[in-house]
């Protein structure tokens, strides 16, 4: 089951973490 609660990690970090990096302005060649 690690498996699963390792995507559902990486779901979260697409969702949640990248958007508030982009935000922030630390990634503007992604933007």
Do not use: I, S, T, W
Not at 2 to 13: Q, R
Request: aromatic share 12%; net charge negative.
């Amino acid at each position: 089951m690690a498996f699963v609660d390792y995507a559902g990690e990486l779901e979260y970090f697409a969702q949640e973490v990248m958007p508030r990096l982009a935000e922030k302005g630390l990634r503007p060649e992604m933007g």
